[in-house]
């Protein structure tokens, strides 16, 4: 099986795994564990924030820092198909009861088919403009206070999923997060693949978080790690983040075997990452000149490609489910296909998908 649908898919390589094996490990919960410290450390470092905490999984750090910069009853702004708003359960009103704004951008790029993507050169689907921003913040406060629910937290997404892997300029990240800032909200990045932004556009890790009050990485997806991501932010921040991440079930014991995997990746797995944009661009190359397919998103600037059947009777998941059938793995979202690239996906396979799409198109 060709498994495109996720970067998640990546499994831990033969070196990994003897690394991991290799971990000296120490009660995590007591801040003993010398693999899980050398990586909070690291991380920090690349980040450039004061502290590190690592947790399970992207969406627990998400969830965490919803809790911590939010009261109840709060407004958290995102872009309408952010992560933390269409695939985390909701976790953010149970757990922290706040409201959620969904902020559509005045380009109108979405993963949902439903949505009018307009011209694609002036397109970045996933993120906004401080113009957008000042539109939704200045409908939040439409009714004076106290009858205004307050707005407390402003969540990106680097790169952006149901974007297609898009990256915000930094231009545009800095104005959008110096109004937040100036309308008295915090700013915290989804950096799931924020590794991936910087190796495409060469920007450091530290300069995107220079603009935001939280951030972390994930290691399970390109990064190829089994499981684990970190949660970076200021030392009060990450003080309050321990809290509940033991009140949340997130602290854990030799937690070292997980955090050394992280630590193999962040050594072996972040320049290579550019190997999987050239993948998805040329996945992107190969479905543009398909007939029968169109791009959403135009050319992707990292890993992920949004295709959708351009053949009338033909949906997204029908040619998910031919696809399957003939070894090629993709996710069907929003009447959209999606196509990862990853470490388990080879240049040769990405010539086979094509080939395979070709055929399930006929
Ligand atoms: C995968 C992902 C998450 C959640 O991370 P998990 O480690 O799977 O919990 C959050 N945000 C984005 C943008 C993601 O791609």
Redesign the pocket.
């Known amino acids: 099986m060709i498994a495109l649908s ?1 970067d ?1 898919e990546t499994r831990p390589s033969a070196a990994m795994r003897a690394a991991i094996a290799a971990a000296p490990v120490g009660d995590e919960q007591r801040g003993e564990d010398p693999s899980v410290n050398l990586l909070l450390e690291r991380v920090a470092e690349l980040l450039g924030m004061e502290a590190a905490l690592f947790l ?7 969830l965490i820092s919803v809790k911590v910069h939010t009261q109840a009853g709060d407004v958290i702004v995102a872009e309408r198909d ?3 708003l269409r ?2 359960s909701g976790g953010a009103g149970l757990v922290s009861g706040v409201i959620t704004e969904a902020l559509v951008a005045s380009d109108h790029a979405s993963a949902f088919a439903d949505v009018d993507a307009g011209p694609a050169s002036a397109r970045i689907p996933g993120t906004f403009t401080a113009e957008d921003l000042r539109a939704a913040l200045d409908r939040l406060t439409m009714m004076p206070a106290p009858y205004a629910p307050p707005a407390s937290l402003l969540c990106v ?1 680097q ?3 149901f974007g297609g892997g898009s990256i915000w300029p930094l231009e545009r990240l800095a104005a959008v997060s110096d109004l937040a800032r100036t309308r008295g909200l915090r700013v915290h990045m ?1 950096g ?2 924020l590794l991936n932004a910087v190796v495409a556009s060469g920007v450091p890790a530290a300069q995107w978080c220079s603009h935001v009050d939280s951030a972390w990485i ?1 290691f ?2 390109g990064l190829g790690a089994p ?1 684990g ?1 970190v949660l970076a932010g200021s030392r009060a921040f990450i003080a309050q983040a321990l809290r509940y991440k033991f009140a949340f079930g997130g602290a854990m014991r030799q937690a070292g075997i997980a955090a050394a995997g992280c630590l193999y990746a962040l050594d072996h797995h972040v320049e290579r990452l550019a190997e999987d944009h050239a993948n998805a661009s040329r996945l992107a190359t190969g479905i543009a000149a398909l007939s029968g397919v169109r791009l959403v998103y135009g050319m992707p600037q990292t890993n992920i490609v949004f295709f959708e059947p351009d053949r009338s009777g033909l949906s997204a998941a029908e040619l998910a489910r031919r696809c399957g059938e003939r070894g090629l793995r993709m996710s069907a979202i929003g009447g959209r296909l999606r196509a990862v690239a990853h470490l388990d996906v080879s240049r040769a396979q990405v010539d086979e998908a094509l080939a395979i799409i070709a055929d399930a198109l006929r």
């Open positions: 996720s998640t399970p999984t992207g969406t627990m750090c998400n952010a992560h933390v695939a985390e997404e790169t952006h999923n989804d799931a693949r994930d399970t997806k499981l991501a």
